[in-house]
């Protein structure tokens, strides 16, 4: 369960009674959308429905059967949610906005990069300047991902960017190689690798360009510097764009 201070109220009217069920927003908005897949029962705050949340006041259970046919809440709470209106604070409200706007910056800065710059990662701080200045407002209550192409949008006329990925060839020497090989490989989707007859490994990895500069410190981080990376290629337009 979540705590009471990350919840918001889900309240649904009907037959002349009032619903209210207590919920973590985002699974909120993802039941509303049918896209919920994940346990009720860690995204609510209490295994109840009220009449009012705030006071802790139940409805007559003769309500909830005429209703939903039920008096079970974990089978109430999603019906609630979906076919009522989800009540947030203005203090929610910022709070939500905030957390998404970062999510929304760390999001472009790992897969954005500066066209102008030999495909130079554009820094989380740049993308914060660029978002503000175009006047892009993140919207609290939509998902990161379905506001990414309308923030690219807002950030072209005052960056270059654009989305891309990069492919790199890493080298590992043989007395780094065993954990070094493993760490890296966590990193991105290894299209390819090889052990050579030195003990040394060869990758090749690809990731966002955006964590170029991320992947040669885990790399150097874990090889002391001696490892040897090379860009082969790029590839462009991710399937987020």
């Known amino acids: 369960m979540i705590s009471l201070d990350d919840a918001v ?10 619903f209210e ?28 429905v009220f009449e009012d949340a705030s ?16 008096t079970d809440p974990m ?11 989800i009540q947030i604070t203005a203090d929610q409200r910022r709070e939500m906005q905030e957390q998404k706007r970062r999510q929304l910056i760390n999001r472009i ?12 990662p554009h820094p989380p701080e740049r993308i914060e300047r660029a978002l503000e200045e175009a006047g892009f407002r993140v919207d609290p209550m939509e998902q990161v991902e379905t506001q990414v192409d ?19 060839a890493v080298n590992i020497p043989a007395q780094y190689a065993g ?17 050579q007859n030195d003990g040394s490994w060869v ?23 001696e490892a040897e990376t090379q860009i082969i290629k790029d590839k462009d337009d991710l399937a987020t764009r």
Not at 75 to 85: D, F, N, S
Request: aromatic residues 6%; hydrophobic residues 40%.
């Open 9 to 18: 109220t889900a309240r649904l009217e009907s037959h002349g009674a009032r």
């Open 21 to 48: 069920v207590l919920i973590d927003p985002d699974a909120a908005l993802a039941i509303k959308r049918g896209e919920f897949d994940g346990d009720l029962e860690e995204v609510i705050a209490a295994e109840d």
């Open 55 to 70: 006071r802790g006041d139940r409805p007559a259970e003769e309500d909830l059967e005429k209703v939903f046919d039920t």
């Open 75 to 85: 089978e109430i709470i999603p019906e609630v949610v979906e076919r009522g209106e």
């Open 109 to 120: 800065a790992r897969n954005a990069v500066n066209p102008q710059m030999d495909d130079a």
């Open 150 to 168: 309308d923030a690219l949008d807002a950030l072209r006329p005052v960056i270059p960017i654009r989305f891309a990925e990069v492919t790199v």
């Open 179 to 195: 954990s070094a090989q493993a760490r890296v490989r966590q990193f991105g989707d290894l299209e390819r690798e090889e052990w």
């Open 203 to 225: 990758g090749v990895m690809t990731f966002p360009a955006g964590m170029q500069n991320d992947f040669y410190d885990l790399v150097n981080e874990h090889t002391s510097g």
